[in-house]
């Protein structure tokens, strides 16, 4: 079975700088979907970003970017320009292309940050 | 503006009562999921559909049912058997196969 895991149950950041939120997964699968999505205090989760796992360029949102390590099963969320907005719960979820029926979440990273 | 909608927001049940949480969804997508949501857990998948009339268990079935007689509306039902039914519930929906999920507030549920 898939597992994802976060391992920064929280993080902080100063405004302007950048941050670096970490994921890993496990999977013997080689092709899948691989998200960040955020929380922040209203609940409503939002998807921030998406990675094909057979796509080798890393994706790019804006001020959000991944690191895509395929062979070390790591899929790490850079926040460059940090604002006060980016407050929130931070999760990272995998999703198989064989077996497309559910999401499998990490149990997420609480970035806070200050002005 | 298309979105999801889960209603209450916040709910109060007393033990041994049932519960149901109302999830619509007006982006004409096929799937949709529950989820449940405990701190320090992160999400877990309750129940989910791919179609109409059909639905499948997700990782924590146990004490909840669902039924998808409508394209837009996937309610939960929280029942007396679920023990720990203290929880904020998420509903989601996709079109399926493109992995994105789009996501309703939520709703909180407190069992007192």
């Known amino acids: 079975a898939q597992t994802v895991t976060q391992s920064q149950p929280e993080m902080s950041v100063q405004e302007a700088e950048t941050v670096t939120l970490s994921c890993t997964y496990d999977?013997?699968?080689?092709?899948?979907?691989l998200f960040w999505y955020k929380q922040p205090p209203s609940r409503q989760m939002i998807l921030v970003i998406r990675?094909?796992?057979?796509?080798?360029q890393n994706a790019t949102e804006n001020r959000f970017s991944v690191n895509f390590q395929k062979a070390a099963k790591s899929f790490s969320l850079k926040i460059s320009d940090s604002q006060l907005g980016d407050a929130a719960m931070y999760f990272c979820a995998y999703r198989s292309s064989y077996n497309t029926d559910k999401l499998i979440f990490g149990t997420g990273t609480r970035l806070q940050v200050f002005p | 503006d298309g979105g999801i909608t889960q209603s209450p927001k916040y709910l109060f049940r007393k033990e041994g009562q049932n519960v149901t949480l109302s999830c619509e969804q007006n982006l004409n997508h096929d799937a949709m999921y529950w989820y449940r949501q405990d701190p320090g857990q992160g999400l877990r998948l309750i129940y989910y559909s791919q179609i109409v009339n059909d639905f499948q268990k997700g990782d924590i079935a146990e004490g909840y049912s669902v039924s998808r007689e409508k394209k837009e509306s996937f309610p939960l039902t929280v029942t007396s058997a679920q023990k720990n039914p203290t929880a904020f519930y998420l509903c989601?929906?996709?079109?399926?196969?493109?992995?994105?999920?789009?996501f309703g507030e939520g709703s909180r549920l407190t069992v007192l």
């Open positions: 990675q094909e796992a057979y796509k080798q």
């Open positions: 989601a929906s996709s079109t399926g196969f493109v992995g994105e999920l789009f």
């Open positions: 999977t013997s699968e080689s092709d899948y979907y």
